[in-house]
C-alpha cells in the first residue's frame, strides 16, 4: 500500500480521540495513529524533563515513512504538527484536515490580526504571572485547571471524574511543554499558505475567541481551503461531538476525491 492517512491528536489526549473515525475515511490507505512523545502506550515524559517539538514532528515522519502518498488529519497540537510536517513530507502530502491548529505564538505577533480582541486574550496567556513560566506549577493541578476550563467552560477540570484526572495529571508535565511551545513559536501565518494541497479548516461554533481566529485567519491565508463551523460544538469537538467531526472529515474526503 502506498497511501496513509495520519491521525495526529491533540494535548491531554491521546491516538484513542480517533478511534471512532469511520473507516470510509481513511479507505484506500493505511490508518495511522501515533501516540506523540510521552503519550501512552509511549513511556511518560518526566517532570523537569526537556522537550521540543521537532520530536513529536519525526516521530510522525518516521511513522509515514516509505508511504508516497499521506493525508493529514491534526486536531489542535495535532494540527500543529501536521503543518509542521508539510514542508518535510513535500509532494507526498496529498490533504489536510486541520481542527483549530493551536498557532497562539503567531496570533500573539500578527501584524494584521483580523481579531484584534483574539490577539489581545492569546496575549492575555502568553504574559499570565506563572502559566507558561514557572515549571514549578506547570503542568500541576492549577495548571490542568486552568488549562481544561479555558478549553471547555469554567468548573471543568472541577467536574472531571477522579479516574479521568488521575490520568490528565500523568501527563501534566508533558501537556505543558506542548503548550509552552506552541507559544514560544512565533512563526508568522505567512508561513502557512497551503499551496497544492486539498485544505478543509474546520472550527466550533463556541471555541475560544482566540482559536476561531487562528482558523479564520488560516483560511484568509488559504482561500482554496474549506472553512467549516461546527455549530453548537467548541474546540474538544473530536472527544464531545465525535459524530459531528466525523461527518466534517467524510465530507473532507468526497470534497478532495470529487472528479
Known sequence: MTAATLFLHSTGTTPALWKDVPEEVWAGSERLAPANLGIPPRPPLLRGQPFDVREDVQAALSAVHGFNEVHLVGHSYGGVLAL????????????????????????????????????????????????????????????????????????????MPPEQQAFTRALGWKMYAEV?????????????????????????????????????????LNPAARLVELAKTGHMAPLTHPALVNEALLEHVRQRDAP
Open 84 to 159: 509542521k510536517l508539510l514542508p518535510l513530507l513535500g509532494a507526498r502530502a496529498r490533504s489536510l484536515f486541520l481542527y483549530e491548529p493551536v498557532l497562539f505564538g503567531s496570533l500573539v505577533t500578527d501584524r494584521a490580526p483580523l481579531d484584534p480582541a483574539a490577539a489581545e486574550e492569546a496575549r492575555g496567556l502568553l504574559q499570565h504571572p506563572w502559566f507558561l513560566s514557572d515549571e514549578v506549577r506547570g503542568g500541576s493541578d492549577p495548571w490542568i485547571e486552568l488549562f481544561i476550563d479555558y478549553w471547555n467552560r469554567p468548573g471543568s477540570w472541577a467536574r
Open 180 to 220: 509552552r511551545a506552541c507559544f514560544l513559536d512565533q512563526e508568522p501565518f505567512e508561513q502557512h499558505r497551503l499551496q497544492g494541497i486539498f485544505t478543509t479548516l474546520a472550527m466550533g461554533e463556541r471555541s475560544p475567541r482566540a482559536s476561531r481566529a487562528m482558523q479564520r485567519r488560516l483560511a484568509e
